[in-house]
T-cell receptor, first 121, second 114 residues
């Protein structure tokens, strides 16, 4: 089946530094990718929708200048957490929509990465 | 807004035990309901789904029934295996066919011991 590769799987950084997380669709093209965040004991929350070749759409309450999203190709979206602070420590997960693949129900065409655990010291 | 509440884990069961993970939801519209599973080191995978009331989704021995009257979508399996150890997420989509936006529960970690 379709695979989404997300790197790194975990990262520890100092406060004030920036961290980039990559999300790649390995065997399909993804015009749309989604970025989620999960704080401890909380639900996965949609942060933004990333569209290839255009600006990302951010959910209410998510700072677009802090969470920079770049979707420059049909197989790669990146999330950069700029000037990270301890409160940004969270589990970040991406998903990618297979625009061509099998499955009549739309969510069968949605594939997830394995997530990135970010810890900001 | 929409929300999903699922039972908190972790849940630890012996092999061949019966599994129930409770999930209830609130939604403004008529949502579709899903269970996703995340095995260690892997991404979330769609486990099963139901799109209308009284639908039963099933896959790999798991099943869940869309109960509109109780706004529930509990996940069940009659006999769990060690390989079922994973985190299970209940989710809904409230924007009709064609929407990829999901509202998730917090996830329930299941550990099955031999």
């Amino acid at each position: 089946g379709a695979v989404v590769s997300q790197h790194p799987s975990w990262v520890i950084c100092k406060s004030g530094t920036s961290v980039k997380i990559e999300c790649r669709s390995l065997d399909f093209q993804a015009t749309t990718m989604f970025w989620y965040r999960q704080f401890p004991k909380q639900s996965l929350m949609l942060m933004a929708t990333s569209n290839e070749g255009s600006k990302a759409t951010y959910e209410q309450g998510v700072e677009k200048d802090k969470f920079l999203i770049n979707h420059a190709s049909l197989t790669l979206s990146t999330l950069t957490v700029t000037s990270a602070h301890p409160e940004d420590s969270s589990f970040y997960i991406c998903s990618a929509r297979d625009t061509v693949g099998q499955g009549k129900w739309t969510n069968e065409k949605l594939f997830f990465g394995s997530g990135t655990q970010l810890s900001v010291l | 807004g929409d929300s999903v509440t699922q039972m908190e884990g972790p849940v630890t069961l012996s092999e061949e035990a019966f599994l129930t993970i409770n999930c209830t939801y609130t939604a403004t519209g008529y949502p579709s309901l899903f269970w996703y599973v995340q095995y260690p080191g892997e991404g979330l995978q769609l486990l099963l789904k139901a799109t209308k009331a009284d639908d039963k989704g099933s896959n790999k021995g798991f099943e869940a029934t869309y109960r509109k009257e109780t706004t529930s979508f509990h996940l069940e399996k009659g006999s769990v295996q060690v390989s079922d150890s994973a985190v299970y997420f209940c989710a809904l989509s409230d924007s009709g066919a064609g929407s990829y936006q999901l509202t998730f529960g917090k996830g329930t970690k299941l550990s099955v011991i031999p």
